[in-house]
């Protein structure tokens, strides 16, 4: 069963825009604070953003900020994440994950995770 999945990824060059989306099954939409992690080729995991349940909560890394909006959407219980001005260093592979904690910088801490979609920046 899949749990979470992720579309959205591709190739953009500098300065474009890409949306991804997480589509989460009902149970662990309705339980779980999301996030987005994200993997650059050969480094490890790395925090993007996070929204609480109820989406009134959000965190983001310091270096997207300003550039990544996270949003959920509560009627088809998806996940979003909107990316402007990407750059360069944006290129990695994109997850979504569910925690039902609020440890929300920590991978460990979040109990699903998606498939991953890549994200290509071209400069």
């Known amino acids: 069963q899949v749990l979470l999945e992720e579309s959205g990824g591709g190739l953009v060059q500098a300065g474009g825009s890409l949306r991804l989306s997480c589509a989460a099954s009902e149970r662990i939409y309705s339980r779980c604070a999301m996030g987005w992690f994200r993997q650059p080729p050969g480094k490890e995991r790395e925090f993007v953003a996070a929204?609480?349940?109820?989406?009134?909560?959000?965190r983001y890394a310091d270096s997207v900020k300003g550039r990544f909006t996270i949003s959920r959407d509560n009627a088809k219980n998806t996940v979003y994440l909107q990316m402007n001005n990407l750059k360069p260093e944006d290129t990695a592979l994109y997850y979504c994950?569910?925690?039902?904690?609020?440890?929300?910088?920590?991978?460990?801490?979040?109990?699903?995770w998606g498939q991953g979609t890549q994200v290509t920046v071209s400069s």
């Open positions: 994950a569910a925690t039902y904690g609020s440890t929300w910088l920590i991978p460990a801490s979040y109990e699903y």
């Open positions: 929204i609480s349940r109820s989406a009134v909560v959000t």
